[in-house]
């Protein structure tokens, strides 16, 4: 359920977390105060880069973001301090997953980022799924030359390349 590599993660998110929360309730209110800040100002920098400065998006929400910057009449769609102060108010948010970024504020984490409607895919992340995309080809093949009857795991393996093709064509990223 919590898509973790390691079972350790899982086990410590499933039964250490009371532990975690109490450590979090004796961490210095400073340095907490300066690990919001910088968290803050990280999603701020990455949300206005998408907003702004990428040259190419993909994804549903990339592609609803590079229409409104093709309808505006400025050069910044949104400002920093806009972006910050919508941040703050939590209207604006940003998630990175292994494949791309979510927009949704209230991702749990947990969602097919293949059909996310929050989905965007900067250029530097589409170029970060090349060796995922070999990695199920691999997969892929050495489950069809073993011959092993798994439909299911075979349909969702080929429709997650197909998903990071989408991406690259996207990007016009080259791929065989």
């Given amino acids: ?89 939590g209207r604006l948010s940003i998630i990175e997953h292994p494949s791309g970024h979510c927009t949704n504020p209230s991702c749990n984490r947990v969602c097919d980022m293949t059909t996310c409607q929050f989905k965007v895919v900067t250029k530097e992340k589409a170029l970060e799924l090349v060796s995922m995309r070999e990695r199920f080809i691999s997969k892929f093949q050495a489950i069809s030359e073993a011959k092993v009857n798994q439909p299911n795991i075979l349909s969702n393996i080929y429709y997650q390349i197909r998903s990071i093709e989408k991406v690259f064509d996207e990007h016009d990223i080259a791929y065989s």
């Fill in 1 to 89: 359920q919590f898509k973790h590599m390691n079972i350790a993660m899982t086990s410590w998110y499933s039964n250490q977390a009371h532990l975690a929360s109490y450590f979090d309730m004796m961490m210095d209110s400073e340095l907490q105060a300066e690990i919001a800040d910088e968290n803050h100002a990280y999603i701020t920098d990455t949300l206005y880069y998408i907003y702004n400065e990428a040259e190419t998006l993909a994804g549903p929400e990339g592609k609803r973001i590079l229409e409104l910057r093709k309808s505006s009449d400025t050069q910044i769609y949104i400002s920093r301090s806009e972006i910050s102060n919508q941040v703050k108010e």
